[in-house]
Structure formats: C-alpha cells, structure tokens
C-alpha cells in the first residue's frame, strides 16, 4: 500500500511539473515513463551493485524533499551554437530534444534516473551546428538554495560533424538540506570533439547522485573534467560507449575533501569500435573524516581492436582518518589491443619532500598545501584553455585555504 501511495504522490507531482512546463506530448509521455519505472524499481543496493559498495542511501527517505527548480543562466551562445532552456520553447531546440533527450541515458537504467525524469526540470539543450568551433566556453550555472528541495536538471549536448564545443557546468547550491539527480546526455556528431566540465562547488549539506552517458561516433572525442570542492555527497556515474571507430575519451577529476565530504565515482570506459582510445586520471587529496571512492571498469569488446586504454586513481591522505578506496577493473575480450593499463595508490604526503620545504623556511601547513597543489595540478596541467585552467586552479586554492 505504501508503494502505491508512492507512486500516486509522485505521479500528482510530476504532473504539476508537467504542467507549469507546457509539456509537449513526447516529453509528458518521457515523464510518464519516469513515474511509472519509479514506481517498480529500487533504490541502488550497496549489497548487490558493485557501483555502490561503499555508499548505501537506502534509508534515504526522498518522499520528504519537495521537487522545485533551481536557479539557471546561460551564456555561450554564438553563430552555430545554440544555447537554450528547453522550457523557452524554441522549435529548433525542441526538435532535438524530441530526437535524443532519454535516449542516451534512459529512464530505465535505475530508480534515481527514472525519478529524474518523472521530476525534470531545467533541461538545457547545447546544440552545435557541423563546422562550427565555438570560441569560447558554453557556461551553465545552476544554484539549488531551498531547504528540502530535490532538483533534477538535464543537460543535453549535441554537435554536428567537425565541430568543437566546450561545455563548463558550475553547480552550487545553499547551506539546506537538498538533492540533486542531475543527467547529462553526450551525443558527438562524426570527428566532432565535446570538452565538458562539472564544478561541484555544492553546499554542506547537499547530496547529488548524477549520471552522465556518451556514445561517440567515427572519429570523435570526448575530454571531461570533474572538480569536487563541495558537498555532502557527491555520486557520479559516468559511461562512455566507444562506439565509432577512432573515436576517444579522456576522464578527469580532481577532489579536495574534508569534514566527513564523500566523493564517489564509477566510470565505465566501454570500448566497442576498432581503434578506440580512452584515458583516465582521477585523484583526490583528503583531509578530515573525507573519503573517496572510485570503482572504474575498462572493457575492450570483440571488435575493439587495436584498443587503447588506460586507468589511473591516486589517492593523497593528509590525516589518519580520511579513507580512499579504489577499484581499477579491466575487461579485456580480445587480444588484438595496443595497451590495457590501470593504477591505483593511496597514501600520505612524502615526509622527505614536506621536510625539505619545511627546511627553506617554509610552515608545515604551507608546505603540505604546496604538495597538494602540486599533486593535484597534475590533472589541471591537462586543462589547454589557459583562462580556465587559472580559473580552476583559484577554485581548488580557495578550498584548500578555507579547510
């Protein structure tokens, strides 16, 4: 009976949204599918799906969180590259959200997905025309400031052939108790490359549980970046399925924790056409009771070949409390590859290195904060936009001045 209350309360709640967004018929049926798959799955168990060993929310009681719409601006836009609230009711930007909006990451994939597009909110289209080389950064910026809110925003990137976007998503949020179930859909047109990047600039309080989906076409890349510097939790899912031929991604992260913050991704790097590429460097330096965790899966597929793939986690502890798991994984089905590799360490600041600063003069907190920045400037070093990268590096600064 409870379940059916459930359901029902949802249902009445996703039909509000329904209506104050003038849904088209498509994406009311889209949300009506998200209400329906709600209401016959389960929430993650950290008993059975390896993704959540180490973070179990199933005392997480979402029932008592209101759904209600962030904050949202946008800027970017420019000749080729369109930039739109799907809400603002633009033919073109409808259009392709008719075309690939749930397809990419479906409703069905687990009852936080299906949850967010029964409550979707805030879906920005990013649509770049073939040709086209944006000039400069796509910026979205949501803030989440209402005590008790669950938000699910979406964000849909699509390019044509030969063309070139980045993407810089600043994700904030108040000092409340929130959720967010953010989705980002990744749809590269052929020999077209993608630049995404998510700042989890997020209160102390929030919790966000995202999943992110890209299925590659002949040729093209993918290069993301994950910067965690807030958050109570902070959960990412994210796939690449390799599916045209010399197509590549490139996953990057970057997570300074304190308190008792809980970093979590898994990644699945799925390689599926021939003379695919990926790499993957995810690290994070902790302090506190902060914990990451990272559980990464390479699969190089029967018709992969001439693969080339390579996974590294490196985890710095700078206390005795502060905890990082990791779980690198290969799945190799066909000998014809060019490298499979994975890493993974976990361990404390260098003693001779922090002795050897200390010995110029410099404090011990200073000297740890240096070899923090050096440590994790290592993956912000991969970032070519100088502008953004000094961008980032005063981002990560200011977290490791306030800890």
Not at 168 to 197: F, H, K, Q
Not at 297 to 309: P, S, Y
Not at 321 to 329: E, F, G, L, R
């Amino acid at each position: 009976m409870s379940s059916a209350i459930e359901t029902t309360s949802i249902d009445a709640a996703s039909k509000a949204l329904g209506l104050e967004n003038h849904d088209a018929a498509w994406l009311a049926s889209l949300r009506a599918e998200g209400v329906r798959l709600a209401g016959q799955l389960s929430l993650p168990d950290s008993r059975r799906e390896r993704p959540w060993k180490y973070l179990d929310i199933s005392g997480l009681q979402l029932g008592d969180y209101t759904p209600a719409a962030g904050k949202l601006t946008l800027s970017g836009a420019a000749a080729g590259v369109v930039v739109a609230n799907l809400a603002d009711g633009d033919a073109k930007v409808q259009a392709t959200a008719e075309k690939h909006l749930g397809k990419t990451v479906t409703p069905g994939r687990s009852r936080l997905d299906a949850l967010h597009y029964a409550y979707l909110r805030d879906v920005v289209v990013v649509d770049v025309a073939a040709n086209t080389e944006a000039a400069e950064p796509v910026r979205i910026g949501r803030e989440f400031s209402k005590a008790k809110q669950l938000s699910a925003p979406h964000t849909l990137i699509v390019t044509g052939a030969n063309s070139r976007v980045t993407v810089v998503e600043d994700c904030r949020s108040g000092d409340g108790d929130i959720v967010v179930l953010p989705v980002v859909e990744v749809i590269p047109g052929p020999a077209s490359e993608v630049r995404y990047v998510t700042l989890h600039r997020w209160g102390a309080k929030t919790q966000v549980f995202s999943d992110q989906r890209l299925i590659t076409d002949r040729d093209s890349a993918f290069w993301n970046l994950n910067l965690v510097t807030g958050g109570k939790v902070v959960k990412g899912h994210i796939e690449c399925s390799l599916e045209g031929r010399g197509s590549s991604s490139e996953l990057l992260a970057v997570t300074f924790g304190n308190g008792s913050q809980h970093a979590d991704f898994f990644t699945l790097q799925d390689h599926i056409g021939a003379d695919t590429r990926s790499d993957l460097m995810y690290k994070s330096a902790l302090t506190d009771h902060a914990r990451s965790v990272y559980y990464g899966l390479t699969r190089i597929g029967l018709g992969a070949r001439n693969g080339d793939a390579n996974q590294e986690n490196r985890n710095l502890l700078l206390s005795k409390t502060a905890k990082a798991d990791s779980d690198p994984v290969l799945e190799i089905l066909t000998n014809d590859i060019i490298r499979a590799s994975h890493g993974a360490t976990a361990g404390p600041v260098d003693e001779e290195q922090l002795y050897y600063l200390q010995t110029r003069g410099i404090p011990h907190a200073a000297a740890e904060a240096l070899l923090v920045r050096a440590f994790l400037g290592q993956v912000l070093a991969r970032v070519k936009d100088e502008t953004l990268r000094e961008e980032f590096i005063e981002i990560l600064d200011a977290k490791l001045e306030s800890r």
